[in-house]
Every structure is written in structure tokens, then in C-alpha cells.
């Protein structure tokens, strides 16, 4: 796994270049592997991990060969390929990267990070004889590397906001119109709640091309019977069936939201020949799995992980721990890369927070601890403490909430969470060097 690692981080030196001339030269050069998948293609600012994770798991629940390709990874880069809900192996990694690097090369290119991992992930689909699958775009949509899919079963774009402004654009139109990228001629487009001016550029897109849009936050209604620290019953309906209710693992409100949205995309399968059994939604959602998103990682003191890193995340994490009637005495560990609104976003957690411990990532593009904490107290918070490690600011957020009957709370960057679990299971966090971004 090393050498593949070193392999993948080598690539990082080409960039990331606008346009898919080089993704489909390179795909060409494989024999085209996108072309034998029926997709699922997710874009979107916020949810659209946790909607690709409900979809990819009610259709295993069927019965079918399907495949995942997510990012980033939070510990283990394996866990951006699954099939048939199983992580790829290291040598399975290994392989894909050889054919891919091979084929680069008899074509004379120099695939990106993200565009060698967007073919090994087609490369690992064929060879693991599955044709359907859920990808989920890097970032933004319009040139990353999975929108060489010609003809995605639906398209889906979920909640957008404001992020990666540097790239994506600076306004919420700007942002939409990136992820509208994704739709195709004559092809479902699925929206999920989204402000209003968001929501207007992606239809008229949708319009342009003759897809058919679908706004899941008018067809789907979803009613909450229970929450609790450890997840939520949801019964889903839409004009065509009421759906059973399930107790799924996805805590937080904004996962009815995420709910409602996947369900409107796998009915549009419906619609295709592929029909997705009321049941079969309904055990995806009681058995799938997206850790890092409002994860309950401890019961006694209670403390959640959630890798929301932009002001529309920390407002959601707010309103859902809020709706777990958790509402004052956080004990907060952060920890943001440099590029994000890191203070817009803390001042939407900080009306819960008492303490908060400001810890450095182990990533070139982390905000130093003495910098986080000095926006942690500009925001309001009343204490504030810089640790030198993650392990450290954890165990001391911990020990106050157990103090005080309070609840300690994990959040920001996504390499925060994926050091978090990685002190859980024991074993090595996200490469220090790089990171292994979503490009």
C-alpha cells in the first residue's frame, strides 16, 4: 500500500488542469471502462456523500453488483472504492493503478492525482464485473474527472453553499452553475433543498439540455417519529408510494433532507426499468453506514464527530444537535484547513460552545492551533486552548464534558475526523504529507 500511495502522491506535481481532454484520452486508452456503467453521478456543496452512501446501500440491498466511488477518504484511501459493499484491497488498489499507469503511458499522458483515481476506480468496476454504480464528484462538477460519464442514469445536486470559492466561484450562482455541469442531454437532474437563486441556475440548465428536473424537497415529504443521540426513525413518502419507516445510523436533522433527496433519485431508476422495492429504501437506509457526519464516537461522555468545515455545515451541525436537545456545555476540538471561511463558519457552532481546544492538522494546509484559537475567542467562545495534538485536545474535551454533564464535539476539517478515527482503530491517519484532497 505504501508504493501505491507514493505512486498516487507522485501525481501531484501535474496539478489540477481545467477541462476532461486528458480524463477521456486517458479513459480511451483503458478501453472506455465508464461506458459499461450505469451511474449514479452526485454532485453538490454539502450531503452529497451521505446521499451517495444511501443510494449505493438500498441498491445492494437489492441484490445487485454495485460500486461507490466517494471522496475523500477519511482514513484509509480504500475506502473511496467499494464493491458490493466491500472496501477494495490494497492489491486490488495496486493492480487498477498498474493498468491505469500502463495505459497513460502507451497514450503519452500524465493523468492528475484525482484523474488516476477517477480510472482506477472505472478500472476496478470491470474488472469486479459491475455496471452500476454511485460516483461521487470530486469537486465541483463541470470538469471534475467522473463527468466523463456520458449518460448517467440521473444526475443528482444536492445542497449547495458557499466553498472552495478560490476555484468554484464567489457566489452561490457561480457555485450552482459549476455543479450544473453534471447534467446531460435528456437526462433525470435531481435537486435536494437548496437556497431558491441556486435552484434557478440548475433548472434552467436542466431546461436548456431537456432534462427532466426534479426538486426532491416538493416530490418527497420524510416525518421524523424518534431521535436520539444514536440516530433517527424516518418514514419517507412521495406521490407514488409511502415508503416503510426505518431507524437509520444517520444522526441530524439534515439527513431527512439527505433522505429525501436519494429517494428522489432512485425513483427516476424507477422510471428507467431499474425499480428500487419500498423495502429495499427502506434497509438501506437501516443499514447504511457514513462515519464522520454527526457520529456519535462515544456514549458516556456523549461525543460526536462531524466534518463540516464551511458556515452552511456548522449551521446545520448546530440545528442538529440542537434537535438532539444538545444546546449548551460543548466541549469543542477544531481543527480547519487555512483556506476556509474558518471564522463565518465557527460563529455558527459557537452559541453551543463553553470550551474549545484549537489543534493542529497533520496536513501542510492546516491552520496553526495558536491562529484557530485566536478566531475561537474572537467568535465568542469564553475558553480557549491551543493543543499540540489532536490525541491531546480530545482527551482534555472529553474529561471537561464528563465534568461538567456536557457533550464534547469533533468538527471541521475532514483530516481532523480521519485522525480522530484513526486514534480510535489504532492504526495510521491520512498521509501528513498531503492529505490526499479531493483533486
Known amino acids: 500500500m505504501r508504493e501505491f500511495l507514493e505512486r498516487l502522491a507522485a501525481r501531484r506535481r501535474f496539478g489540477v ?3 476532461l481532454e486528458a480524463m477521456r484520452a486517458l479513459c480511451g486508452a483503458l478501453g472506455n471502462p465508464e461506458r459499461g456503467l450505469a451511474a449514479i453521478h452526485v454532485a453538490g456543496t454539502n450531503g452529497k456523500g451521505s446521499v451517495s452512501a444511501i443510494c449505493e446501500a438500498a441498491l445492494r440491498t437489492m441484490g445487485l453488483p454495485v460500486g461507490r466511488y466517494t471522496s475523500p477518504h477519511l482514513v484509509r484511501v480504500n475506502e473511496r472504492f467499494l464493491l458490493n459493499g466491500r472496501e477494495a484491497s490494497d492489491d486490488e488498489l495496486a493492480g487498477a493503478l498498474d493498468e491505469v499507469e500502463a495505459a497513460a503511458a502507451r497514450a503519452g499522458l500524465e493523468p492528475t492525482f484525482f484523474e488516476a483515481l477517477t480510472a482506477c476506480a ?9 455496471r452500476l454504480a454511485v460516483l461521487e464528484v470530486g469537486m465541483g462538477g463541470r470538469w471534475d474527472a ?54 434557478a ?47 437509520t445510523r444517520l ?20 422510471e428507467q426499468g431499474l425499480p428500487v422495492p419500498p423495502k429495499a429504501f427502506a434497509e438501506g437506509l437501516r443499514t447504511v453506514s457514513w462515519p464522520g457526519r454527526c457520529q456519535l464516537i462515544a456514549a458516556d461522555p456523549p461525543t460526536f464527530l462531524d466534518g463540516g468545515h464551511n458556515p452552511d455545515a456548522l449551521r446545520a451541525l448546530r ?18 484547513c487555512a483556506d476556509k471561511a474558518v471564522e463565518a463558519a465557527l460563529k455558527e457552532i459557537a452559541p453551543l460552545v463553553s470550551a474549545a481546544w484549537a489543534v493542529p492538522l497533520a496536513n501542510p494546509r492546516g491552520l496553526p492551533p ?32 464528563q465534568e461538567n454533564q456536557g457533550t464534547a464535539l469533533a468538527c ?22 498531503e492529505g490526499f484532497r479531493a483533486r
Open 122 to 130: 472505472f478500472v476496478l468496476f470491470r474488472r469486479a464485473g459491475i
Open 370 to 401: 495558536e491562529a484557530l484559537a485566536d478566531a475561537l475567542r474572537r467568535v465568542g467562545v469564553p475558553t480557549v486552548i491551543a493543543a499540540t495534538t489532536v490525541a491531546e485536545g480530545l482527551e482534555a474535551a472529553t474529561a471537561w464534558a
Open 412 to 433: 471541521g476539517s475532514l483530516f481532523l475526523v480521519g485522525e480522530v478515527l484513526a486514534l480510535g482503530e489504532g492504526v495510521e491517519g491520512p498521509d501528513p504529507s
Open 319 to 336: 440545528e442538529a444537535l440542537k434537535s438532539m436537545h444538545v444546546r449548551r456545555r460543548v466541549a469543542l476540538v477544531c481543527g480547519f
Open 251 to 270: 444522526a441530524g436533522s439534515y439527513q431527512a433532507e439527505n433522505a429525501a433527496t436519494a429517494l428522489c433519485a432512485l425513483e427516476r431508476l424507477g
Open 201 to 247: 441556475v440548475i433548472a434552467r440548465r436542466a431546461a436548456e439540455l431537456g432534462a427532466p428536473f426534479h426538486d426532491a424537497a416538493q416530490e418527497i415529504r420524510v416525518a421524523v417519529s424518534r431521535r436520539t443521540l444514536h440516530g433517527q426513525t424516518l418514514a419517507c413518502a412521495s406521490p407514488a408510494c409511502d415508503y416503510p419507516a426505518a431507524l
Open 17 to 19: 488542469r481545467p477541462g
Open 146 to 199: 467522473t463527468n466523463v460519464l456520458e449518460a448517467p442514469l440521473v444526475s443528482v445536486i444536492t445542497h449547495i453553499a458557499l466553498d472552495h470559492c478560490d476555484i468554484l466561484g464567489d457566489t452561490l450562482e457561480a457555485i450552482a452553475a459549476e455543479k450544473a455541469g453534471i447534467i446531460k442531454p435528456g437526462r433525470p437532474t435531481v435537486v435536494g433543498a437548496m437556497d431558491p437563486r441556486a435552484r
